[in-house]
């Protein structure tokens, strides 16, 4: 597995191969094969855009359920996140440690609909101990990029 096209294509995906191949030292057509081979063995699963809510005024509300679970017996967390991967309103559902058992990132239209989803689906699933809810305000940075719109100043200051 090639780990440095992987981190290349996690920093910008939109490179094109003739530029892969020039940073990796590859011809075009190994570095065409290699991201084939990646996709096929479900290394990468999909390419996105990383979008600045604020600038095409997305009125969407996002929020983090934590969810206390209890396992169940035979295949522990699994088949709970399962189902919650399922509802269109979740974007991400991870295993954590700590606290609480499952970090579930939501979209609504509005805190109600969070809310509802949240009464309606994910609490009364069995073997759901307690939720927990928090609503997104602003983000800052995504997937390690700073979205906030102030430009950093990666300049060194010298004094002598």
């Known amino acids: 597995m090639n780990n440095k096209l992987i981190s290349l294509l996690k920093q910008n ?57 209890t396992p169940q017996k035979d295949c522990g967390f699994e088949e709970i996140a399962r189902i919650i991967t399922g509802y269109e309103e979740v974007e991400s559902v991870s295993l954590m440690a700590g606290a609480y058992d499952l970090a579930v990132t939501v979209k609504g239209n509005n805190v109600k609909d969070i809310a509802m989803f949240v009464a309606q689906r994910l609490a009364p699933l069995s073997g759901v101990l307690s939720t927990a809810t928090y609503f997104v305000l602003k983000t800052y940075k995504e997937k390690g990029i700073s979205i906030s719109g102030e430009e950093k100043d990666e300049r060194e200051f010298f004094l002598p």
């Open 13 to 69: 995906a939109r490179l094109s191969n003739e530029q892969l191949a020039v940073m990796l030292g590859m011809t075009v057509e190994q570095v065409a094969e290699e991201i084939q081979d990646l996709e096929k063995n479900g290394v990468i699963m999909g390419y996105s855009a990383i979008v600045n809510a604020e600038k095409i005024a997305d009125e969407k509300v996002t929020a983090v359920i934590e969810l206390r679970v």
